[in-house]
């Protein structure tokens, strides 16, 4: 592996579940990486539909908030999604990383599962945008990819770059991808 680039703990493929509700849900149908990163998203996500997140419009006054978010069970939001759009066209391509406080929620509070030990981690998004209709916002499906690493939470825009122009293609090509099936990592 080139220097320049960080580890990958793990890359998540998710496909669009139709749920006839206004928020867009995807769940896991492939992964890929270390079985230890895939059993903490396991143990801590999955609900009655395996692992699964919903793309939210995010609402905030603040003017620099990401315009999307990625929220997974229990309301986690695992993290904005930066750069998402360009001058409001899905760019297909995006940043976030970890919350890095112990506790999110309020009622009731839960445990971060990534804190402390993966708060320097950073997601890279990636999905094909539909180029017939620029203002669709939903793709059908959505890759995840956790960058691990000292500090990789700080070079987002940086690895989004790489991502965007070839920087990791090589590395993706020879990282086997199976099947997600929630009973393999149940303890069952």
């Known amino acids: 592996m080139s220097e320049n680039l960080p580890a990958i703990g793990l890359r998540l493929i998710l496909k669009r579940i139709v749920n006839g509700k206004k928020t867009p849900k995807y769940g896991v149908w492939k992964w890929g990486g270390n079985r230890a990163e895939m059993q903490l998203w396991h143990d801590n996500f999955t ?11 995010h609402i905030s006054k603040k003017s620099n908030a ?5 929220e997974l069970k229990y309301g986690f939001n695992l993290t904005g999604l930066k750069q ?3 001058d409001g ?3 297909g391509t995006a940043y976030g990383e970890p919350d890095n406080r112990p506790h999110f929620g309020n009622k009731p509070q839960r445990v971060n599962p990534f804190y402390p030990t993966h708060i320097e981690d950073c997601f890279l998004f990636r999905n094909a945008p539909d180029k017939s209709d620029p203002n669709n916002t939903l793709p059908d499906e959505l890759e995840i990819i956790v960058l691990k690493g000292k500090g990789a939470c700080k070079q987002g825009r940086k690895y989004l770059s790489m991502l965007r122009y070839g920087g990791f293609d090589s590395i993706l090509a020879t990282l086997p991808m199976v099947e997600y099936r929630a009973e393999d990592f149940s303890n069952i």
Not at 50 to 57: A, H, S, T
Not at 66 to 70: K, T, V
């Open 89 to 91: 066209v899905v760019t």
């Open 84 to 86: 998402w759009f360009e």
């Open 47 to 57: 609900g009655r539909n395996g692992i699964c997140g919903y793309l939210k419009n």
């Open 66 to 70: 990401p315009e999307m978010n990625f």
